[in-house]
């Protein structure tokens, strides 16, 4: 594929978000339990609302609203009941969802920059991508792969490396393929279920410590999530029934 630099500018606000997704989505899981990871990352559909109504014009309705207030207050109720809270975790999985949800948009609005091409989008946000993360890396981690150079060589570095990259260049194109045959709004909805599924299975997986009021945050947001898409399908369908004729 030929990259051209006047199509690579435009998708670089897409590339910028992408960037900081990814870092923030790290950061966060570096800091606190796999447990907490997806109920410190689940205002993602709140901003998504946020940013659909700022950024699109889309407006919200009443109910939409108190099915956000469910995730927000298990989000709240998740955070008291960690046992090994992390602010700046926290509020690096609150960053991370709100680029998540701008990535979403940024997706669907730079679709048409390559004629709806999802795989000439997903291989210009990776080679902006790949520029953008050199600076963060040199800043973030020299130290660390200095210290650590000789492990360039191995073998079983590169391929964890390489197979750790598959998996992530596969999350990204279901990723364009989801949003481009759904929505932003449905991409988040799926995402958020997942979280809360996983936040579970970390629970058996991971030994981490169970708190009644973090398994209850955990079933808050979840429950909130599946009101708001029963919501949101509901007010589709209602939208999309003809007017009787006169």
Not at 72 to 80: A, C, D, E, M, R
Not at 121 to 132: K, M, S
Request: aromatic letters at 12%; proline letters at 4%.
């Amino acid at each position: 594929a030929e990259y051209q630099v006047g199509t690579g500018r435009r998708i670089l606000p897409l590339s910028i978000v992408f960037v900081g997704m990814i870092t923030l989505k790290n950061l966060c899981l570096k800091l606190v339990e796999v447990s907490f990871y997806n109920v410190a990352r689940s205002l993602t559909i709140v901003f998504n609302v946020f940013f659909s109504y700022v950024m699109l014009g889309i407006p919200s309705s009443m109910n939409t609203i108190l099915c956000l207030a469910v995730v927000i207050v298990g989000f709240l109720i998740g955070g008291k009941g960690e046992i090994n809270f992390s602010l700046i975790g926290t509020i690096a999985g609150v960053c991370s969802s709100l680029f998540v949800s701008l990535n979403s948009i940024y997706t669907k609005k730079m679709l048409p920059v390559v004629d709806d091409n999802h795989w000439r989008l997903t291989f210009y946000n990776n080679v902006n991508a790949c520029f953008l993360f050199l600076p963060l890396m040199f800043y973030f981690e020299a130290a660390i792969i200095t210290e650590h150079s000789a492990k360039l060589a191995s073998g079983l570095f590169w391929s964890a490396m390489t197979l750790a990259g598959f998996f992530g260049f596969s999350i990204g194109i279901v990723t364009v393929l989801q949003i481009k045959a759904t929505s932003p709004l449905t991409h988040n909805i799926s995402g958020t279920a997942k979280a809360a599924l996983q936040s579970l299975m970390a629970f058996a997986i991971w030994g981490n410590p169970v708190t009644v009021m973090g398994v209850v945050g955990i079933f808050t947001v979840l429950g909130g999530s599946l009101l708001y898409t029963v919501v949101k399908m509901n007010e589709n369908a209602a939208f999309r029934v003809p007017a009787p004729p006169p």
